[in-house]
């Protein structure tokens, strides 16, 4: 067996990020998430030009286009009525994360 190089996924384009912040304004979290991102990219902008490398940017882009795909699932799981008061918390699992 030969060992192949996993392709590495395709950039998000120039204007990935504004558009995601549009998204992310009309979303009902927007009053979270708004800042949520904008401080994440901040970060990444600060790393990209410490590294000169984009990769911290696209990094926040996927995060929170994950996050936006993902939301409407989880609130469908939530209005669901599902209790959960009987479960543990993966942060209190795992302990503090660095």
Do not use: C, N
């Not at 990020?17 to 009053?31: G, K, N, P």
């Not at 790393?47 to 286009?65: E, F, K």
């Amino acid at each position: 067996m030969s060992a192949q190089p996993e392709e590495a996924p395709a950039p998000p384009g120039p204007a990935a990020a504004a558009q995601l912040l549009a998204q992310i304004r009309t979303d009902r979290r927007a009053a979270t998430w708004g800042p949520a991102f904008e401080r994440d990219w901040a970060k990444a902008l600060e790393d990209s030009r410490h590294t000169y490398s984009l990769t911290p940017l696209h990094d926040v882009v996927r995060t929170w286009q994950m996050r936006l795909a993902a939301a409407p699932a989880v609130d469908e799981y939530l209005d669901s009525g599902r209790d959960e008061t009987g479960f543990l918390d993966l942060a209190d699992v795992l302990g503090a994360q660095p």
